[in-house]
């Protein structure tokens, strides 16, 4: 069994089980299910596991943040969930609010477009070659790679509509491949942009839906009513043949006649909305996007704004707003978390803050926003500040992004124009606005972090517990004790002293919990839980005790400064043994030693360190 079969199991364990979820689908990083009864989620355990980054959940709704690996959970998760469907047709239908239906939009929305998306990646970086051989490599036009290339390009857009149709049907729990066949008819050349048609006498618009979304999502939704109320009424005997005829027959013409144009005028206020906006706001709407788009992908409403940016393109070509205040947020969010990986002492903290990073300015922040923003207030800032300027930048110039690729640094090159002018203003605009958002992000969350930390060593310094030194002496790190067990802090971490005199004192308040019979070593236990361990000079347990006075016994309350033990310090030196006296905090796990003296030497009851 696979680590990804242990967690899909570990999934479903949480969530009710395969009969608990209603739909299933993925994005780049998560897993996106919505559930039959949300009270079933289990969020503090789901979290609890390594390979889930984060979750979200909206009523019925959730995403688990897995990953770049998300595809193959997915594969494994939709494999357990045959039985799920039988179950879904036995729930009652539930009263819904009016926030729970707007979740529901949105999260149709998101359910319908990101399955596409792989696919405009694939055309859109195919653009991206394309202009980079005319622009080079002096590519001709009429070459068959040319051709190749641009029909690669332009059959990932000019059949959106067939895309949309199955990725919708499924998403509504119809069959995909009806919903893939309406776009297909809406594309065909027959209908497509053709004047003069009419269906039963009555007038069919001329419209042209190649690259278009929203009216073959409309008619989707129109099928989906069709298909439900036919499987209550078509006896099942004949169902398998006669339904897909009812439903199409019906659904083209009334697509073709009334959605279809509706969904197209819906498209068009969108488009002409957005260009109000902008008109309006200008440059600080970009801005304003570009700081809300880390909100946006935690909650996972960032995938509504797709339709928006359809809108755009197919209207002019490109998309002068979501995408480039995407732009400026994505990097801002990479570098955010990469500034964090500078800052960050513990390993594991600072590879995950790394990897995150470096996946974000490449265009994917799930990993750096639920694995390093949600935790660090500083990175977060530091990323909506970041994006902020760096969108205000991108409105300010009119960046245009002319294809869909998550924005970051591997999709500079869909910033080229797609009319073969080259290398225009517009691609040189968007590297200083990656710059710009970088630079931005990076520093404010450095400098915010660094003075976080700052104030938390001095918090920490007030608070820390003080341990004197119990005796007189130079200081030297426990790394140069001429013993592994305790240069290795095998035991635990702390200071040595080489002491000056034969006597050790108490050096905080608080109990004796271990002498020993040779007398060579005692151990202490704070007022705060912490134990320490003084042992005097190295090997000397094989004196058995000679040169060696306690004044002290087991489970004593002992003061800061009080007599503990003498020896007979010139004896062991002329014994040949090593004095050197570690004093080290033997419950590591429970304490971390904040701070030591700084001073070379120091005298009996001085400050020594200082554990949390």
């Known amino acids: 069994m696979s680590k990804y079969d242990e967690l899909v199991t570990y999934i479903y364990e949480n969530i009710g089980g395969a009969a608990n979820v209603k739909t299933a689908n993925h994005c780049a990083t998560r897993l996106r299910l919505q559930l039959i009864d949300g009270s079933k989620f289990n969020d503090d355990a789901l979290k609890k596991n390594k390979f889930i980054l984060g979750t979200v959940k909206r009523d019925q709704d ?30 009652g239908k539930q009263q819904k609010t009016l926030k729970q239906y707007g979740t529901m939009v949105v999260d149709f929305i998101s359910g319908t477009f990101v399955p596409v998306l792989p696919v405009l990646v694939a055309a859109g970086l195919v653009s991206a070659v394309l202009n980079i051989g005319v622009t ?11 051709t190749v290339l641009n029909a690669i390009n332009n059959a990932g857009f000019y059949f959106l509509p067939v895309f949309i149709g199955y990725s919708a049907a499924r998403k509504l729990g119809i069959d995909g491949m009806m919903g893939m066949f309406l776009g297909a008819i809406m594309v065909h050349s027959f209908i497509n942009g053709v004047e003069g048609l009419s269906f039963l006498g009555v007038s069919i618009p001329t419209i042209s839906y190649n690259t278009t979304t929203i009216p073959v999502i409309f008619g ?11 499987d209550k009424v078509i006896p099942q005997s004949i169902k398998y043949f006669v339904k897909p005829l009812f439903v199409i027959l019906i659904t083209v013409p009334v697509t073709l006649i009334v959605l279809g144009p509706l969904g197209n005028t819906v498209g068009g206020y969108i488009a002409n909305g957005l260009g109000f906006m902008y008109e309006k706001l200008g440059w600080f709407s970009v801005g ?12 996972g409403t960032n995938q509504a704004l797709f339709p928006l940016v359809f809108a755009m ?10 995408m480039p205040a995407m732009l400026a947020a994505n990097v801002a969010v990479g570098a955010s978390a990469l500034a964090i990986s500078i800052l960050e002492n513990k390993s594991d903290k600072r ?86 958002s970088v630079i931005a992000s990076f520093g404010l969350t450095f400098m915010l972090e660094k003075r976080k930390r700052g104030e938390d060593i001095l918090e920490k310094a007030e608070d820390a ?48 919990i271990m002498t020993t019979p040779t007398k060579h070593a005692i151990g202490l236990r704070g ?18 005790g000679e040169g060696y006075e306690l004044f002290v016994k087991e489970n004593q309350y002992v003061h800061l400064g009080e007599k503990l033990m003498a020896f007979d310090l010139s004896n062991i030196k002329a014994l040949g043994y090593d004095v050197t006296t570690p004093i080290i905090v033997t419950n590591p796990e429970e304490h971390e030693r904040f701070a030591k003296t700084i001073q070379n030497k120091v005298s009996q009851s001085e400050y020594l360190f200082s554990v949390n």
Request: net charge negative; aromatic share 10%.
């Open 465 to 512: 517990f003080k341990v004197s030194s119990p005796l007189k002496g130079e200081v030297v790190a426990i790394e140069a004790v001429n013993d592994p067990m305790f240069s290795q802090k095998m035991m635990g971490d702390g200071v040595a002293i080489i002491p000056e005199e034969g006597l050790i004192v108490s050096p905080f308040d608080g109990y004796v």
């Open 288 to 299: 304003l996007l570009g700081a809300a788009t880390p909100l946006l992908v935690m909650t």
């Open 220 to 230: 989707v939704l129109f099928m989906a009513l069709l298909d439900k109320g036919a």
């Open 527 to 544: 007022d705060n839980g912490v134990e320490i361990l003084i042992h005097v000079g190295i090997d000397t347990v094989q004196l058995n």
């Open 351 to 436: 590879a995950l803050a790394f990897s995150a990073g470096l996946t974000g300015v490449m265009g994917i922040t799930e990993p750096a926003i639920f694995g390093v923003l949600i935790n660090y207030r500083s990175a977060f800032i530091g990323a909506i500040s970041g994006g902020a300027i760096g969108g205000i930048l991108a409105g300010f110039v009119q960046l245009k992004q002319y294809a869909v690729v998550s924005p970051g640094i591997i999709a500079i090159p869909t910033f080229i124009p797609t009319d073969g002018s080259g290398l225009t203003s517009n691609f040189w605009f968007s590297i200083v606005v990656v710059l710009v």
């Open 136 to 146: 080079f490599f002096g590519l001709a036009a009429d070459s068959g790679t040319y």
């Open 313 to 322: 393109l197919g209207d002019y070509g490109y998309d002068s707003f979501v």
């Open 62 to 91: 959730i995403q688990l943040i897995i990953g770049p690996d998300v595809p193959k959970v997915y594969a494994l998760f939709t494999d357990k969930m045959d039985t799920a469907s039988e179950t879904i047709a036995s729930q």
